[in-house]
């Protein structure tokens, strides 16, 4: 028989259920909208409607489309960290070359993944530090861990090593970000398939870790 004290713990864990699930339905529905119509254009209230929620019910979860455009950037950046393979203990340059390789080969899979990150970074990021969303979002993203990684501690550190391993995550992301809005590489021979097209971007990266493994 359950005691008072277990169906209380039920009804929380119950609870937390539903805000999660609530949550992710959010998010997905923002996602949906964001890929049709872009970021900036998207209304709360559009997500409340492809949410199946009120607007009202949308305020309790996210109090802005900001925190939700936040979550669902961090959504992706976890995405894209899964790809390291699962036993990856440690980042190395050995390791990101292996998740280099995964973000490029799956190109056309993470497609939407990459748009999503490009919206953020275009709305948020791309501005001088002192404009007020810009510091927002830095600030927020401060505190996201990446697959147990600090970014910002492994910058403090003032390790070479994993300041090249995080530059060259952020010149992937970045690249593949652009490539994925834009639809094709900028000043690029059209009549080279955009798939050799990445694979010569692979060799450049390859080519700049195996040296900084070599000089290690």
Known sequence: MN?????????????????????????????RLFLQKGLENTQMIEIAAQAGI??????????????IALEIHERAMTKIASMLPPAVQELSME???ILVH???????????VYRLMGMFDQRYLDHTADAPLTHWA????????WKGYDPAEMVREKNLQYN??????NAVIWFLEKLALR??????????????????????ITVY?????ENL
């Open 3 to 31: 005691t008072p004290a277990s169906k209380l713990e039920k009804y929380r864990q119950d609870g937390k259920y539903h805000v999660d699930a609530q949550r992710a339905s959010i998010l997905d529905a923002a996602e």
């Open 54 to 67: 009120t607007k009202m019910s949308l305020y309790r979860y996210y109090p802005n489309r900001d925190v």
């Open 95 to 97: 390791t990101i070359k």
């Open 102 to 112: 995964r973000m490029i080969h799956n190109f056309f899979e993470l497609r939407d």
């Open 138 to 145: 830095k600030t927020q993203l401060a505190s996201f861990k």
């Open 164 to 169: 090249r391993i995080i530059m060259i995550i």
């Open 183 to 204: 639809g094709e590489m900028t000043w690029s021979d059209q009549s080279v398939p955009l798939e050799d097209q990445l694979k010569l971007y692979e060799e450049m």
């Open 209 to 213: 870790v195996d040296h900084c493994i």
